[in-house]
């Protein structure tokens, strides 16, 4: 299996910042992509930002211009600075990695891992 550990979050006032990271550890054969979704009570859980082991990435409207994603391959982690933030950017995020683990590769499934979620609360 693969184990994401989130760190990072907290409170913030608006026009803020604060950037979260995320490791990868375990059973990994490979890890294609990884990436922030974020979830407020009540809704469905939305990407924020995304990125590719090719170092493609992919940005929410709300995102755009104000968060940036990074990664590194080869610790299997990444990163989201998020600035500018605002009271509408509170929820809970969560960090996901897309691929295989050992068994998922023998299997032949990709699989989505989930951290546990931080909490970012953003105050008026």
């Known amino acids: 299996q693969v184990q994401l550990v989130e760190s990072g979050g907290g409170l913030v006032q608006s026009g803020g910042s604060l950037r979260l990271s995320c490791a990868a550890s375990?059973?990994?054969?490979?890890?294609?992509?990884m990436g922030w979704h974020r979830q407020i009570p009540g809704k469905p859980r939305e990407l924020v930002a995304s990125?590719?082991?090719?170092?493609?990435?992919n940005y929410a409207d709300s995102a755009k211009g104000r968060f940036t994603i990074s990664g590194d391959n080869a610790k299997n982690t990444v990163s989201l600075q998020m600035n500018s933030l605002k009271p509408e950017d509170t929820a809970v995020y969560y960090c996901?990695?897309?691929?295989?683990?050992?068994?998922?590769?023998?299997?032949?499934?990709?699989?989505?891992?989930w951290g546990q979620g931080t909490q970012v609360t953003v105050s008026s």
């Open positions: 996901n990695a897309r691929g295989f683990s050992y068994s998922d590769y023998v299997e032949g499934y990709e699989t989505d891992y």
């Open positions: 375990g059973s990994i054969f490979s890890i294609n992509t």
């Open positions: 990125i590719s082991s090719g170092g493609s990435t």
